[in-house]
């Protein structure tokens, strides 16, 4: 794969200055360049194939929300980072709305270290040559469903009602009565039961039924049979646990970006697809790995690596990734196994980590963030959602 290449911005040449020497060691593994304006940037961009964007927030002529909002139209793939000396919450919440990652300045060069090996482990995760024999192995993938594409369609108008919404999904009767007992089931712990699709769009929200649609649709794709063997029953509690959480943890941290609490709710909910990819392709490899899992003497991912020669964390991203989802969720899902260990990490990611790890019973690493603790505790133990660890 061809050297990445990071574009900074940032109006003070000063700063670009200390920025070039300090980023120097990482010269092997990326390109670098430094331009002083928004406008020099975009050009840049017209010319260069850049990877990842990192530009200062307060800019003269063009600002840096400004320029991060043109690239996410006109530059969808590239990686957008906003860095700024100005800690506010405000701001916070509305730059995460349009960027990947955020880091206040002075950043160390141990946090820009941190943060673009994340971005390429995720990028060479996405493109791993075991990853593709997986996947060559696989005669067809599951695409995302008709009710969720016309769903996303429809929520782009802005007069849709919920009686539109429903017509879509009760399109497939089998679906519809699915979601509707799913609604109803414990895992939502409704005052009373709901009896029609449109009531059920006004209680929980359009967004949460089009991510329900989505999952019901993955669990389907698996037989009776290897949904009782596998326990996929307790698989989905877990997802349904993970984004309950993450999504509290998220609108803790910014009450007013809903795509934010969206974004993580879905994250949470397909955390775990890649299992399913194993449970209905790779059935006798997983049983084994289920197996020496049950044993507690390794993490079951690493038993999936042997077994398997990815784990479902690749697998699940690279199939979000090949759906055409957010970055931020196909992050969460590939790398939602390791540690948020520096500042500039996605909060979707941070907020599913945590949220994964408390549905297994593990608070040991989230007692920092008081978020997390509180909401994750008050939320297992109301609706006895743990499940083992892996």
């Known amino acids: 794969m061809n050297q990445r290449t990071v574009l900074f911005v940032d109006d003070e040449e000063k700063i670009l200055k ?6 120097y060691p990482l010269a092997d593994d990326w390109n670098m360049l430094y331009v002083g304006s928004g406008a020099e940037a975009l050009e840049v ?28 139209n006109e530059f969808p793939d590239v990686v957008r980072i906003m860095l700024t000396g100005q800690p506010d919450k405000e701001l916070y919440c509305d730059v995460i709305s349009v960027c990947h990652y955020f880091l206040w300045k002075p950043a160390s060069f141990e946090v820009f270290e941190e943060l673009l090996n994340r971005i390429k482990e995720l990028d060479m995760a996405l493109h791993d040559d075991k990853l593709f024999s997986v996947i060559a192995g696989i005669t067809s993938l599951p695409s995302l469903p008709a009710q969720y594409v016309r769903l996303t369609d429809l929520l782009q108008q802005p007069d849709v ?26 895992y939502f712990g409704l005052a009373k039961p709901l009896s029609s699709l449109e009531d059920a769009i006004t209680y929980l929200g359009m967004n949460v039924i089009q991510n329900l649609v989505l999952m019901q649709h993955l669990f389907v794709q698996c037989t009776p049979a ?13 997802s349904f646990c993970v984004a309950s959480i993450a999504e509290k943890i998220m609108k803790t941290q910014c009450k007013t970006v809903k795509s934010g609490c969206c974004r993580s709710y879905l994250a949470g909910l397909l955390l775990n697809i890649g299992k399913l990819i194993f449970v209905r392709h790779f059935p006798e490899a997983y ?38 989802f957010p970055r931020e969720i196909v992050e969460a899902i590939s790398l939602h196994h390791k540690a948020p260990v520096f500042s500039g990490t996605s909060p979707i990611l941070e907020a599913v980590w945590h949220a994964n790890r408390i549905c297994h019973g593990d608070f040991s690493l989230s007692e920092h963030n008081h978020a997390a603790y509180s909401l994750g505790r008050q939320f297992v133990e109301k609706n006895n959602t743990l499940t083992p660890p892996e």
């Open 161 to 186: 009602s919920s009686v539109e919404l429903a017509g879509v999904i009760r399109s497939d009767m089998a679906m519809a009565t699915q979601i509707l007992k799913l609604v109803n089931s414990a």
């Open 45 to 72: 961009m017209r010319n260069t194939e850049i990877t990842v964007l990192i530009t200062d927030m307060r800019m003269p002529g063009m600002n840096g929300f400004e320029l991060i909002d043109i690239v996410r």
């Open 287 to 324: 049983r084994q790995v289920l197996a020496e899992a049950a044993l507690g003497t390794r993490p079951q991912i690493d038993i999936e690596k042997e077994h398997l020669g990815i784990d479902h964390a690749a697998i699940g991203g690279y199939l979000a990734a090949l759906w055409g």
């Open 226 to 238: 290897e949904q009782k063997e596998f326990d996929l029953d307790q698989l989905w509690q877990h």
């Open 18 to 23: 200390s920025l070039r020497r300090m980023l």
